[in-house]
């Protein structure tokens, strides 16, 4: 398969100003017509052209251009498109009538037009739209689009809005990737939004009968997103309606097209029942993500795929500025560096490590990365530290004022922030072309009553970029003094240089440095810090996420040493943490964090960073034995600490519930230890909701228990999906280190096993390889296993396998033997027929 280059990117030769589409539906044999008027290019002089049509598995029944039928033999058509020779094309603008046929039962890789459960779907992003008809498939080509839809279906939806039963219309321009169809019989949940210049918009969650009373909080989350977005970007819902579908089939978590989002259904359904704390927080911010991307997104759209970041960097920005807004701030931060260490810096470490806007791909699909992603949204936060708040804004109006309807790129965003504040941000644009992950090392000075702190930064080769070039750095800094007060305002350091020194003021006595506070950038910070400072820091930091970090490096270098060296537990951690837990006057929700002990994947990665190899093993064993040792230290005081963040009255998501019960949950899992698993058995038997429920199943089948339970939990459930993915993937996750193998592959032949649908597949192969000591078995049947698995899966569905082939990204941390069977399982699914370019892209990667 080609090799696609940014450096590579034309115009097209032809725009589209408008895009009329017929649908017949059927199951089998579904007809699309097509009537699209282009536009000649004036930019592209370098003419005659050919019209050039994307397209994929679509039968072409008839073409015309201007009314005239194309002969057959004047078509030259391949598997992905057709050419018009230019002397049939009038080189200053035409219209093209086609009429298609398509098979939507047959679509199992769930792009296109494909079918759920009896309900027709499309997903076109990134480049689905060419498995509906023949179109100039890219972003920058923008059109208005009327669709007519016929079909026997009681629900018939499409983009913008409704004239009639099936016809549909929509005003602003948009790339295919935003075009939606859904057809069924679906029930909607509604309520009504009204803007704040006073436009009335009706609200739709589609979902399948009986499921209406599973809507109320994905309504919510919408409406208050709706209001967010106007309040903290000035930014206005600009159709009549706005409607989500949830759909069973999905390969993602959920879709942004125009007016008409389609979703993953468990990122929709949600009741106190079945969906846990997590899972709200996950719903409120994934609707509004997918909202934001109304106006980043879609109003401003991307000119070109390596673009990706221009929309998704900033809307996740936006969704975890209003998850903190919503709740808090300080615990969201945490969350979100959680999950950037856990995914990105994986990434950027290994052999899939890529830039924030690569500039090559094989197959696009491949791009929808923790880099493109999370760290594209850490840009954004540094330039937002940067420039200041007001700027900030400053910048975002002009980019809505200067580039609404356009399809844009990072030159296009870098200009507005250079223009609304004047500052060069050329060097800070590094980050968006420059992979892997920097490390700044600290060094302090304390001399002559003055505070020095030298910082150095560098960023390893990465895989295409051995040599790096320095960055931008935003390091944010508070300075404690003894008795834990502020000595100093908190200030912005812009480390710009490889090595630079920051003369921090005059002070009576060395101050105690709390550095790179809320994370202010996306580096790995080395500071030898003794873990005296580090228990001071624990108990006296005012910045949340240091106060965090400073308890979870104590830990973390802690669970290194027993790993490796055989280390002892510090008796001071323990006085530390306990501390902490019993700490009244925190937030439950940080406690619950600052208690939870850095995960197996966590410690994998500081021993790698010591240059050393990881026994995952010893890894599992290191944290069972500290936490063993946290449940003893706080044995006399955790049944109250338990008792006290018992939620009463009826079940609430909100921040404050949510945050007892996860407090509650911590000590339930030290309780287990030390009780054998009665608490949690008894929380099990009297849970009214799906936190407390699973919470309990988790606590049990950790400690190597909870049989009855889990069969207990499977009767309950066994005829909801979204919560037996849950039954899955906690054994999967939770499976001690011997057992992880046999409960698998029980799990993978049990009627309920459905691995055509990706939900399911993804809850128990994903959970297995993300639970180390059961997938590194030094017998390499768990490498086995995984790719047993991909293997089938890439013959129905190769997005979501190439997606979970990433699963094998960390093969080199490991020792030989276990390289040697990891890249043996890799070539053994290289060299499988057939395979998918998305797939082979991967593995290839991986390999190297
Ligand atoms: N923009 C979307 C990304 C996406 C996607 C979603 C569902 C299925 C396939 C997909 N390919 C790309 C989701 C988002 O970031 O909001
Ligand atoms: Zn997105």
Same mark, same amino acid.
């Given at each position: 398969a080609p090799t696609i280059r940014l450096s590579d990117y034309q115009e097209p030769a032809f725009w589209v100003d408008t895009v009329k589409l017929s649908f017949d539906l059927d199951p089998t044999a579904t007809r699309v017509t097509s009537k699209i008027t282009f536009r000649a290019n004036e930019t592209r002089a370098d003419g005659p052209h050919d019209l050039k049509l994307d397209g994929r598995n679509l039968k072409l029944i008839t073409a015309s251009i201007n009314g005239n039928a194309i002969p057959a033999d004047a078509i030259l058509q391949d598997a992905e498109g057709l050419t018009i020779p230019s002397d049939l094309v009038p080189q200053d603008g035409f219209v093209w009538v086609a009429e298609v046929e398509i098979n939507p039962s047959a679509n199992t890789a769930l792009e296109g037009l494909y079918m759920s459960n009896g309900m027709y779907c499309t997903q076109c992003e990134a480049q689905g739209f060419r498995k509906i008809t023949f179109y100039p498939d890219r972003p920058d080509v923008m059109a208005t689009f009327d669709v007519e839809i016929k079909g026997d279906a009681p629900v018939l939806l499409s983009n913008g809005n409704k004239l009639a039963h099936g016809i549909w219309h929509d005003p602003w321009p948009k790339p295919a990737y935003l075009f939606a169809l859904v057809a069924g019989d679906l029930k909607s949940y509604d309520d009504t939004f009204t803007t704040a210049s006073g436009r009335h918009v009706d609200l739709q969650i589609f979902v399948r009968d009986g499921d209406q009373d599973k809507c109320a909080y994905a309504m919510d989350a919408l409406k208050r997103s709706m209001k967010w977005d106007e309040e903290v970007y000035g930014r206005e819902y600009d159709l009549d309606l706005f409607m989500i579908v949830a759909v069973d089939d999905f390969n993602m978590g959920a879709m942004e097209n125009k007016g008409l989002n389609i979703f993953n259904s468990k990122y929709v359904l949600a009741s106190p029942e079945t969906a846990t704390d997590v899972d709200f927080e996950r719903i409120e911010g994934i609707i509004a993500h997918e909202y934001f991307h109304n106006w980043t997104g879609n109003r401003i759209t991307c000119r070109d795929w390596f673009q990706l970041c221009l929309k998704e960097g900033l809307t996740v920005f936006r969704d975890q500025t209003f998850t903190g807004d919503m709740r808090s701030h300080g615990v969201k931060r945490i969350d979100d560096v959680l999950q950037l260490r856990g995914r990105q810096f994986r990434e950027d470490a290994g052999p899939l490590a890529h830039p924030v806007r690569p500039e090559e791909y094989i197959e696009i699909n491949n791009f929808y990365t923790a880099t493109v992603y999370e760290k594209g949204a850490e840009v954004i936060g540094m330039l937002k530290l940067l420039v200041g708040d007001e700027n900030y804004r400053k910048a975002l109006d002009l980019y809505f004022d200067r580039h609404d309807g356009q399809a844009c790129t990072i030159e296009h965003w870098i200009a507005v922030f250079e223009d609304a504040t004047g500052r060069d941000l050329a060097q800070f644009k590094r980050w968006y072309s420059q992979a892997g992950t920097p490390i700044v090392k600290v060094r302090e000075e304390f001399a002559n009553g003055r505070y020095?702190?030298?910082?150095?930064?560098?960023?390893?080769?990465?895989?295409?970029?051995?040599?790096?070039?320095?960055?931008?750095?935003?390091?944010?800094?508070?300075?404690?003094?003894?008795?834990?007060?502020?000595?100093?305002?908190?200030?912005?350091?812009?480390?710009?240089?490889?090595?630079?020194?920051?003369?921090?003021?005059?002070?009576?006595?060395?101050?105690?440095?709390?550095?790179?506070?809320?994370?202010?950038?996306?580096?790995?910070?080395?500071?030898?810090?003794?873990?005296?400072?580090?228990?001071?820091?624990?108990? &006296?930091?005012?910045?949340?996420?240091?106060?965090?970090?400073?308890?979870?490096?104590?830990?973390?270098?802690?669970?290194?040493?027993?790993?490796?060296? #055989? !280390?002892?537990?510090?008796?001071?951690?323990?006085?530390?943490? &306990?501390?902490?837990?019993?700490?009244?006057?925190?937030?439950?929700?940080?406690?619950?964090?600052?208690?939870?002990?850095?995960?197996?994947?966590?410690?994998?990665?500081?021993?790698?960073?010591? !240059?050393?190899?990881? #026994?995952?093993?010893?890894?599992?064993?290191?944290?069972?034995?500290?936490?063993?040792?946290?449940?003893?230290?706080?044995?006399?005081?955790?049944?109250?600490?338990? +008792?006290?963040?018992?939620?009463?009255?009826?079940?609430?998501?909100?921040?404050?519930?949510?945050?007892?019960?996860?407090?509650?949950?911590?000590?339930?899992?030290?309780?287990?230890?030390?009780?054998?698993?009665?608490?949690?058995?008894?929380?099990?038997?009297?849970? #009214?909701?799906?936190?407390?429920?699973?919470?309990?199943?988790?606590?049990?089948?950790?400690?190597?228990?909870?049989?009855?339970?889990?069969?207990?939990?499977?009767?309950?459930?066994?005829?909801?999906?979204?919560?037996?993915?849950?039954?899955?993937?906690?054994?999967?996750?939770?499976? +001690?280190?011997?057992?992880?193998?046999?409960?698998?592959?029980?799990?993978?032949?049990?009627?309920?096993?459905?691995?055509?649908?990706?939900?399911?597949?993804?809850?128990?192969?994903?959970?297995?390889?993300?639970?180390?000591?059961?997938? &590194?078995?030094?017998?390499?049947?768990?490498?086995?296993?995984?790719? #047993?698995?991909?293997?089938?899966?890439?013959?129905?569905?190769?997005?979501?396998?190439?997606?979970?082939?990433?699963?094998?990204?960390?093969?080199?941390?490991?020792?030989?033997?276990?390289?040697?069977?990891?890249? !043996?399982?890799?070539?053994?699914?290289?060299?499988?027929?057939?395979?998918?370019?998305?797939?082979?892209?991967?593995?290839?990667?991986?390999?190297?």
């Open positions: 020095t702190l030298h910082l150095s930064q560098s960023t390893p080769p990465t895989p295409g970029q051995p040599d790096k070039l320095p960055l931008v750095i935003p390091v944010r800094v508070g300075l404690l003094a003894g008795d834990g007060s502020e000595a100093a305002p908190k200030q912005l350091l812009e480390l710009t240089q490889s090595e630079q020194s920051f003369d921090l003021g005059a002070f009576d006595e060395k101050p105690v440095p709390s550095i790179l506070r809320g994370f202010s950038a996306p580096v790995i910070l080395k500071h030898d810090v003794d873990n005296a400072t580090r228990a001071f820091l624990l108990a &006296h930091d005012s910045d949340p996420f240091n106060k965090w970090e400073a308890g979870s490096a104590y830990a973390s270098d802690m669970l290194v040493d027993m790993a490796l060296n #055989d !280390g002892a537990i510090d008796a001071a951690y323990l006085d530390a943490i &306990h501390a902490v837990a019993l700490d009244d006057t925190l937030d439950p929700a940080f406690r619950a964090f600052a208690v939870g002990l850095p995960s197996e994947e966590e410690i994998t990665s500081a021993i790698v960073a010591l !240059g050393e190899k990881p #026994d995952p093993d010893a890894i599992y064993g290191a944290r069972n034995a500290l936490s063993l040792a946290m449940a003893q230290k706080m044995a006399d005081d955790l049944p109250n600490l338990y +008792t006290a963040m018992q939620v009463d009255g009826p079940y609430s998501p909100d921040a404050e519930a949510a945050g007892k019960r996860a407090l509650a949950s911590t000590a339930l899992g030290l309780l287990t230890k030390l009780d054998g698993g009665k608490t949690a058995a008894k929380q099990f038997d009297n849970a #009214d909701n799906m936190t407390l429920q699973i919470s309990a199943l988790a606590a049990l089948i950790r400690a190597g228990a909870g049989e009855t339970q889990s069969a207990a939990f499977y009767d309950q459930w066994k005829s909801d999906n979204i919560v037996l993915d849950k039954w899955f993937a906690i054994q999967a996750s939770c499976a +001690t280190p011997d057992a992880g193998l046999d409960i698998v592959q029980q799990l993978a032949t049990h009627p309920d096993f459905n691995w055509k649908n990706p939900n399911r597949f993804r809850s128990l192969i994903g959970p297995f390889a993300m639970n180390p000591a059961a997938f &590194h078995r030094i017998d390499g049947k768990g490498y086995q296993f995984l790719a #047993d698995w991909l293997i089938k899966l890439d013959a129905i569905n190769p997005q979501t396998t190439a997606r979970m082939a990433g699963l094998f990204e960390t093969w080199k941390r490991y020792d030989k033997k276990r390289q040697t069977l990891i890249t !043996g399982q890799l070539r053994r699914i290289a060299d499988t027929k057939n395979l998918s370019k998305d797939t082979s892209e991967i593995v290839g990667k991986i390999l190297g």
